[in-house]
Structures are given as C-alpha cells and as structure tokens.
C-alpha cells in the first residue's frame, strides 16, 4: 500500500495563493494517476485535478481550471496542487489520492482512487 500525506493548507485572503503538497510512501507511485480531490461541509466529495503517467496528462474540474495546476515530481513521490486566484468557494478539506488501475483514462470519480490521504483544510476568506 502507500500512504499519502498533504501539507500546505492554511487561511488565505480571496485572491490570494496555496501549494498543497503531497508525500507518497511505502511504495512507488510512479506508474500511477495522481488526483485532488476537496469536501465542503455538507456536501460530496468532488474531483479537482488529476495528473497520469507517464506523459503527466493532466484534467481539471471546470471550477478550478485556468486558476489551479498539478504537477508531480516522481523523484521526490510528491505532487503538487497550486492554487491561484482563490475563491471563497474554494473552502474545503482537500484529499490526495492515488488510482493503481494503469493503462486507462484519467479517472474523475472518487470511487475510482484506491488511497487517500488525511486531508488538510483550506479556508478562503472574502
């Protein structure tokens, strides 16, 4: 299995920026698409961004595209998701999540991912 660990959450100013962070271990994560994922209070679980392998193709939700960016740096086992332009409605606990089916489309479904890391909470005030 692997364990994933965010760090990088924090208060931010609408407007302003955030790098949330990404640490894989206890295995390689290499071959496999990376995704982020955020939960408001209240409601489901949805897709942000993902990244695959091994060309680094990379899907975004509508909400964030052109403002968020994901990158992995497969020698560190850490992606990254950078947040520009911050929203009130960016407000979530954001997820890591990593997809070991290779070979197929960047998944977008949660259910898709098979680990998950704790969280780290973003707040966007206006």
């Known amino acids: 299995q692997v364990q994933l660990v965010e760090s990088g959450g924090g208060l931010v100013q609408a407007g302003g920026s955030l790098r949330l962070s990404c640490a894989a271990s206890?295995?390689?994560?290499?071959?496999?698409?990376m995704g982020w994922f955020r939960q408001a209070p209240g409601k489901d679980r949805e897709f942000v961004a993902a990244?695959?392998?091994?060309?680094?193709?990379?899907h975004y939700a509508d909400s964030v595209q052109g403002r968020f960016a994901i990158s992995r740096d497969n020698a560190r086992n850490t992606v990254y998701l950078q947040m520009n332009s911050l929203k009130p409605d960016d407000t979530a606990v954001y997820y890591c999540?990593?997809?070991?089916?290779?070979?197929?489309?960047?998944?977008?479904?949660?259910?898709?991912?098979?680990?998950w890391g704790q969280g780290t909470q973003v707040t966007v005030s206006s």
């Open positions: 999540a990593a997809d070991f089916v290779t070979g197929r489309p960047i998944p977008l479904a949660a259910y898709e991912y098979e680990s």
């Open positions: 206890g295995r390689t994560f290499s071959p496999y698409t």
């Open positions: 990244i695959g392998w091994p060309r680094g193709s990379t």
